[in-house]
């Protein structure tokens, strides 16, 4: 298996900037995703191939990748920013892996 | 606008079936790769499985495979998840979700998922 690492939680005040963090050895080689998942609802895709935003993602949703971690960034996080994040890449076989999630608080 | 409705969850006995369905709309659904994602309660998310736009590649995750098949019928835009001997640790939330599988030339094959729906509650328990 292959292991993207987050951190459990972020916690930042509204108009703050988040950045969260996903480790993993691939990351050099592969790209990251990312998703937003709200409580009792689905995930989202915010970010895809590193730092590529999806129609519709508000444009405080920036990512980066550097070396074996990746970055979501959230500038100016809002109160209806707060939810779950995860990281997503590819292992060496070819499939997909998740991150352990980040929960964002924004208060 | 694309839509993806799960159906067939269910409470289900240890060693037990169930099949999962999928209708998707709103797009073309012949000529995407699908997923099954799932998410045990409080957890996060496992990728299971997923097919190619005909139906003749099939990828699934270790623990689930020999025991779950994933299947589509492009005549009726949806996708299925047929599950035998099912565990407790098969207990989650079921995601479909539209799956855009590329190649890059310096690592490989890749993917992620651009649209969900909403998920179907699988809980094995007796």
């Known amino acids: 298996s292959y292991d993207l690492t987050q951190p459990p939680s972020v916690s930042v005040s509204p108009g703050q900037t988040a950045r969260i963090t996903c480790s993993g050895d691939?990351?050099?080689?592969?790209?990251a995703y990312w998703y937003q998942q709200k409580s009792g609802q689905a995930p989202v895709l915010v970010i895809y191939?590193?730092?590529k935003r999806p129609s519709g993602i508000p444009e405080r949703f920036s990512g980066s990748s550097s070396g074996t971690m990746a970055t979501l960034t959230i500038s100016g996080a809002q109160v209806e920013d707060e939810a779950d994040y995860y990281c997503s890449s590819t292992d060496s076989s070819g499939y997909p892996a998740f991150g352990g999630g980040t929960k964002l608080t924004v208060l | 606008e694309v839509q993806l409705v799960e159906s067939g969850g269910g409470l289900v006995q240890p060693g037990g079936s169930l099949r999962l369905s999928c209708a998707a709309s709103g797009f073309t659904f012949n000529s995407r790769w699908m997923s099954w994602v799932r998410q045990a309660p409080g957890k996060g998310l496992e990728w299971v499985a997923n097919i190619n736009e005909d139906g003749s590649e099939k990828h699934y995750v270790d623990s689930v495979t020999g025991r779950f098949t994933i299947s589509r019928d492009n005549a009726k835009n949806s996708l299925y998840l047929q599950m035998k001997s099912l565990r407790a640790e098969d207990t989650a939330v079921y995601f479909c979700?539209?799956?855009?599988?590329?190649?890059?030339?310096?690592?490989?094959?890749?993917?992620?998922?651009?649209?969900w729906g909403q998920g179907t509650l699988v809980t094995v328990s007796s």
């Open positions: 979700a539209t799956d855009l599988h590329f190649y890059q030339d310096t690592s490989g094959w890749d993917d992620y998922f651009d649209f």
């Open positions: 191939e590193d730092n």
């Open positions: 691939a990351l050099p080689k592969k790209y």
